[in-house]
């Protein structure tokens, strides 16, 4: 029987929910000390003073970093890893300052009462961004290497002789990842060696990125990250506080613990940018797109670029004759944008399944089969053959098991108890099917066991166990018998948990090592007393993979119920029908979707970093003010997935689930919402703010 | 480390000794806010003196029917008391509509009614506030102010009180009991909660020193036709955007009685007096619920960001009344 396809429970379930999983922060080294990080309280400028001499005379303080005596680093390739590397200041809330003490207590009180002046202009920050804010430019490419602009045909000449247009801008607001472990990092420097035990999606790269800021041999690294408690996205690169740990490790010469508090996590810990996307669609009366074109703008600070890739969702939707993309970047006094699940999809998505939305209404056509209308036979910028790709069988499936055939045409027309006004939306979702270059090292045992080593990192996701079903399967054995290794970079190199990738790329090496392994004891070879090993590295057959074009697809469809005696929407029902190729474990793969739409709901009513443009930081900077959805927020929801083959893919045939749930969820919020009221919120979140003056009197 | 002693009082008596020791004291209940605010620096008090070991945790009946609750009564026993229940199901409503159950298992009559508004620049010791240091400047009034208050502001403060139960316990006529170092007093709720005014440093109108004892409901014939509705940002612990706590006796088609209430929308709980004058003798109709709403609503002076709560209170208070008048007409 195989292994994979069984709804096994994670391996390391009972570790966590007793408390004996140990995350990065609850790792206590030998005379380990504290560090706590002073933050910046404005927003540009430059440092002054810093009266470090009252701080140091503090008992239990051992030592205060800043920029006049940090150590030199290299440039990795992330400006905000170049930590107190100068007095100038780029944003609210960068690190100015690290206070070094014996106690956590006396760290953050020592930090707290550590005096700091400023040198600021006349001019306050420049921290909100607009779809014409001055300093838009265009970058030299997108985040993940995608191109800037693109185009296709004539846009202008579509959009002239289209029956309808639709032509409206929507925005999304910062949003901010807020993993339930923020993040953490421990660190021991001894006799040139440098062990570091970090919250972490991915060490491999944390690695090379140490080695490259410290000037420190690769060899002489390890860092570890057993267990993570979440990321999205947020820890798929190392943030500043592994930097100023292992900086102050170095330099008084014990081990240094940091972790951020909820709050440094709306400023050092990367957050997805504001966006702003104006689509325009040419369409003819009968339904078919003749153009579509997505203009994205959004911020990044002034130490690094970082450009989200808001506009590449619709290079791959649908099809039409004439298309154009452009993102444009400004880069303003704010902390540097980063990933946060799917970023690019996920608001530029919103922005196109709205527009789609719009065109529907203003055709008179159901949205449903709009989509089927425009589907594309190939990738429709580049003509690529697809992989595989059944997104209309998510939208027909989707469509059927919710209910959607005789839905009202117009809004704000289904009255519930006098009360309620009640509507449904829909929405596609895409993610792409990537694949990193991995390695593993699979053992067999005398004894019948195996054991496998890669470095994959499971931050929650059930990673660890998907492994090991892998292992299982292409050993021929179960997972009972499989020791499975991950979460260190003593293990063979592993790609990070992100871009939903991770298995599919780990996968692959598994599978590889596995085989390789059960190929040698299938030809007779003798297991020695350590163990008969078998390594893998699949560099080269991803390199070798067709070019084709390969997208994950869903479809998501949304019921809501809005208050007429306050405006506020309550979701009462929720359904999404994906194809990812296949599933490898649908307990952990089902609470990957949900928790992707999930947080798609809290996007669409609830999150928002509300911008205190005087200050120039996000003024709701804890979970008490920044809303994240509440058990209460979220209905039931219902996941069904497709029984999807596609030989184009890695061994596994999975296609990456971490982070299409997501995608397209909040649009199919707001177009419920539209439905039920007929109001049409295009900025995020839909609020009752925006609500309450235009809806119907009971 | 910031010294910080903490005494647990054994009588009132000591308590309100030891308010009077150099300062800052504070009193410590279920410190869901207090301990927030001194991790976050807001408050440095000094003394901690822990009020919840002095038996004030019980809820009695008053000779005139009403209920004396004590002040470190729980909110979720406090809730979930019969009598509370039957008599009055605002005050029932208002206390589960907040915060979460682990906040509410913990949470204390009097510490909630001292509650510090949620604003998020008096929460943040690096910006200005006025409330917290005074004459430093209120950046909410031009910044985000969202959730702040659209009545009786002042150019100082546009704070709001944030809670839920002291919103029903304004329309209940609740009377708060105190004592301090010159002995026991009295203060309605109406006069409880102030206005920001020139000193938004000032929630309350509690002498210095005080300690809350109790808080006594007068007993109220229509109590039993009372709810409270709560508007907010998610369905499970989030302040009110806008809360509304209302009673109403209706006779035929006709107000008789009503006793109304709104939360989130001023420094103090807001009783909506034009609104009860206008609603008394009126018919129980959504147009004229809507017609007094509106007239309590026409002293707002909102920002353009929290301009929205005057129809949403608009909205709440006509619909809270409908419900309790008895369905959609």
């Excluded at chain 1, 474990?585 to 609830?606: D, E, K, P, Y």
């Excluded at chain 2, 920001?196 to 014939?221: C, F, K, N």
Aim: glycine fraction near 10%; hydrophobic fraction near 40%; include cysteine.
């Amino acid at each position: 029987m195989s292994a994979l396809g069984t709804p096994l429970r994670r391996l390391e379930g009972r570790d966590k929910v007793t408390g004996s999983a140990r995350y990065a922060f609850e790792h206590t080294p030998e005379g380990c000390v504290h560090a706590w990080p002073v933050q910046s309280t404005v927003a540009f400028g430059r440092v002054e003073s810093i009266d470090v001499d009252a701080v140091l005379a503090m008992p239990g303080v051992i030592d205060v970093i800043t920029a006049d005596d940090a150590e030199h680093l290299n440039d990795a390739d992330d400006g905000e890893l170049l930590v107190m590397q100068s007095r100038n200041v780029a944003y609210r809330g960068q690190v100015v300052a690290l206070v070094v003490a014996e106690s956590l207590e006396t760290a953050r009180e020592a930090a707290g009462a550590l005096r700091v002046e400023y040198l600021t202009g006349e001019v306050g920050p420049d921290v909100v961004l607009t779809g014409d804010h001055p300093k838009l430019y265009a970058p030299e490419t997108v985040n993940a290497g995608f191109a800037t602009d693109t185009a296709v045909g004539d846009i202008d000449q579509a959009l002239a002789e289209a029956d309808v247009v639709v032509d409206r801008t929507y925005t999304t607001p910062a949003l901010f990842n807020n993993p339930m472990e923020p993040h953490a990092s421990v660190v021991t420097w001894a006799d040139g060696r440098l062990d570091v035990v970090e919250s972490s999606q991915g060490t491999t790269s944390t690695v090379q990125i140490l080695a490259k800021l410290f000037d420190i041999p690769v060899d002489d690294i390890v860092v570890r990250a057993e267990h993570v408690g979440g990321g999205f996205g947020s820890k798929g690169s190392p943030r500043p506080n592994v930097v100023l740990a292992v900086m102050a490790a170095r330099r008084v010469g014990r081990p240094v613990k940091i972790a951020y508090t909820r709050q440094m996590m709306f400023s050092i810990a990367g957050y997805r940018t504001p966006t702003v996307s104006r689509m325009r669609l040419a369409a003819t009366r009968d339904g078919r797109l003749l153009g579509i074109s997505h203009d994205a703008f959004s911020q990044t600070s002034t130490i690094e670029e970082f450009t989200e890739q808001t506009a590449e969702a619709v290079r791959h939707m649908y099809a039409a004759p004439h298309r154009s993309t452009t993102h444009r970047v400004a880069a303003l006094d704010v902390p540097t944008p980063r990933w946060m699940r799917a970023p690019g999809e996920c608001p530029g998505m919103y922005a196109v399944e709205s527009s789609i939305d719009e065109l529907a209404h203003e055709l008179s056509i159901d949205p449903v089969e709009l989509r089927v209308l425009n589907e594309p036979a190939s990738d429709p910028e580049t003509g690529k053959p697809f992989s595989s790709r059944h997104l209309v069988d998510c939208l027909r499936r989707g469509a059927e098991a919710f209910g959607w055939d005789g839905r009202a045409r117009t809004p704000g027309t289904r009255r519930e108890g006098g009360r309620w006004l009640v509507g449904t939306g829909m929405a596609s979702s895409l993610y792409p099917a990537m694949t990193a270059p991995s390695s593993a090292c699979a053992t067999a045992h005398r004894d019948g066991s195996y054991r496998v080593e890669i470095n994959a990192t499971d931050i929650g996701t059930g990673a660890r166990t998907v492994l090991a079903q892998i292992a299982a399967d292409a050993l021929g054995t179960v997972v009972d018998r499989i020791d499975i290794r991950i979460g260190s970079s003593v293990h063979p190199l592993g790609a990070i948990a992100g871009g939903s990738s991770g298995t599919a790329s780990w996968g692959w090496a598994v599978t590889k090592a596995c085989r390789s392994l059960t190929e040698k004891l299938a030809s007779g070879t003798e297991i020695p007393h350590d163990g008969l090993v078998a390594d893998a590295d699949t560099t080269d057959d991803v390199e070798a993979m067709d070019d084709v074009d390969r997208h994950a697809y869903g479809a998501q469809f949304v019921e809501v119920r809005v208050d007429l005696d306050s405006g506020e929407i309550a979701i009462s029902r929720m359904l999404g029908v994906f194809a990812a190729g296949r599933i490898l474990n649908g307990r952990t793969a089902r609470s990957q979707f949900i928790g992707g739409m999930t947080m798609g709901v809290s996007m669409a009513l609830h999150e928002q970093g509300v911008m205190d443009a005087r200050h120039g930081d996000y003024a709701n900077h804890d979970l008490a003010t920044y809303h994240v959805a509440a058990s209460a927020d979220i209905p039931p929801i219902e996941v069904e997935w497709l029984d999807e083959q596609d030989s184009h893919l890695n061994p596994v045939g999975g296609k990456g689930i971490g982070e299409i749930g997501i995608v397209g969820a909040a649009a199919a919020v707001a177009n419920a919402v539209w439905h039920a009221t007929g109001v049409r919120v295009r900025d995020l979140p839909v609020q009752p703010d925006a609500l309450v003056s235009r809806l119907p009197v009971r | 480390m910031r010294p910080l002693d903490y005494r647990r009082a054994s009588s009132v008596d000591e308590a309100v000794a030891l308010m009077g020791r150099p300062g800052p004291v504070r009193l410590l209940g279920g410190g869901t806010n207090l301990v927030d605010l001194l991790k976050l620096g807001v408050e440095s008090p000094t003394l901690l003196v822990d009020v919840t070991h002095l038996g004030l945790d019980e809820i009695d009946d008053t000779a005139d029917g009403g209920l004396m609750i004590g002040a470190t009564v729980r909110n979720s026993d406090l809730a979930a008391d019969p009598r509370v229940r039957e008599r009055y199901p605002v005050l029932a409503r208002a206390l589960l509509s907040a915060a979460s159950a682990q906040i509410r298992n913990v949470a204390t009559t009097g510490g909630n009614l001292l509650q510090r508004t949620r604003c998020v620049y008096f929460m943040d010791a690096t910006k200005p506030c006025n409330k917290r240091v005074p004459g430093s400047g209120c950046p909410a009034i031009e910044g985000a102010s969202r959730e702040l208050g659209v009545l009786g502001t002042s150019t100082e403060c546009i704070a709001t009180h944030p809670g839920d139960m002291a919103v029903a316990l304004t329309a209940l006529d609740a009377v708060v009991h105190y004592v301090t170092a010159d002995g026991a007093a009295t203060i309605g709720m109406d006069r409880f909660h102030r206005l920001p005014g020139d000193d938004p440093s000032r929630d309350t109108e509690l002498p210095p020193g005080a300690m809350i004892t109790g808080v006594e409901i007068p007993p109220l014939a229509f109590g039993p036709t009372s709810t409270y509705r709560k508007a907010r940002d998610r369905r499970s612990f989030a302040f009110a955007l806008a809360s509304v706590a209302a009673a109403v006796q209706v006779e035929g088609d006709e107000v008789r009685d009503v006793r109304l209430a709104i939360g989130s929308v001023a420094h103090r709980p807001w009783r909506a007096r034009v609104a009860e004058e206008l609603l008394r003798g009126a018919p129980a109709t959504a147009d004229s619920f809507r017609a007094a709403a509106e007239a309590e609503m026409a002293a707002a002076t909102p920002t353009e960001e929290n301009r929205f709560k005057v129809d949403l209170v608009t909205r709440l208070v006509t619909g809270t009344l409908l419900e309790l008048a008895g369905g959609g007409r």
